[in-house]
């Protein structure tokens, strides 16, 4: 497990430079100014977290909200909690008297971050049966609109407030790739507890799904049909410790 470890996680500088590299989109900057950049952030953005609702394609609302054990996430928990950091750190930071869509997610989906106030805990995530799926994909929406709104609205932001927030975008971009990692782990785990164990992806949909989600995104994570709830332990368990 170790050397799946080690193949996945950049070791010098240079890979992590590389890595960024891949990102659909990338450009140098010093090569573009910053109006090309703002313009390839949004459609950067917008693929990044769409890539999270294709990784749920083949799950059920029920599926999303299994928690296996107390070092696993819901699915759904997943996908509000990423949709909780770009309003926490970027939202409410950049919009004056912002006034959030739903106030109460600050609780339930912080996960560790003292200075945003008192959250959830952790091993108890499995038991938010509410909010619905259905409202945490609104959630998203309605923040997903919030950033994309900021970024093609420049000129309310100086120059200086324009770079952090595209680094902030940035940083909120890396954060859903490690949760779209987690998301595939957490999901295989839960669903290897089932005795029927059933697969993540249908051999159907993963040979032509696999092939569309490694194109699209620069995740390093390894996607093929064979990654079925039932191989899980086998695989990937040592990615949780
Ligand atoms: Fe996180």
Request: net charge negative.
């Amino acid at each position: 497990m170790n050397e799946i470890l080690k193949a996945r996680a950049p070791t010098t500088d240079l890979d992590l430079r590389n890595s960024v590299r891949r990102e659909p989109g990338y450009e140098p900057k010093d090569r573009l100014s910053l109006e090309a950049t703002e313009s390839s952030i949004v459609d950067r953005f917008c693929a990044r977290r769409h890539y999270s609702l294709a990784l749920i394609n083949t799950l059920s609302a029920e599926d999303m909200q299994l928690q296996s054990m107390p070092d696993t996430s819901p699915t759904k928990w997943h996908l509000a909690h990423t949709t909780w950091f770009f309003e926490q750190f970027i939202l409410v930071s950049y919009i004056n008297n912002y006034q959030s869509p739903q106030p109460q997610f600050n609780y339930l989906f912080n996960s560790y971050y003292e200075q945003k106030g008192q959250r959830h805990p952790r091993s108890q995530r499995g038991m938010l049966s509410r909010p619905s799926l259905e409202q945490v994909l609104a959630y998203r929406e309605q923040i997903n609109k919030g950033i994309c709104d900021l970024l093609q609205k420049p000129e309310l932001l100086a120059n200086e407030s324009r770079l952090e927030l595209m680094a902030l975008v940035e940083l909120g971009m890396h954060h859903e790739m490690q949760h779209q990692e987690l998301m595939l782990t957490d999901i295989l785990h839960c669903l290897s507890q089932n005795p029927l164990y059933p697969a993540v992806f249908s051999a159907k949909s993963a040979s032509g799904q696999g092939k569309e989600l490694v194109d699209s995104g620069s995740n390093q994570f390894s996607f093929h049909p064979e990654w079925a709830a039932g191989v899980w332990c086998k695989t990937t368990i040592g990615l949780l410790f």
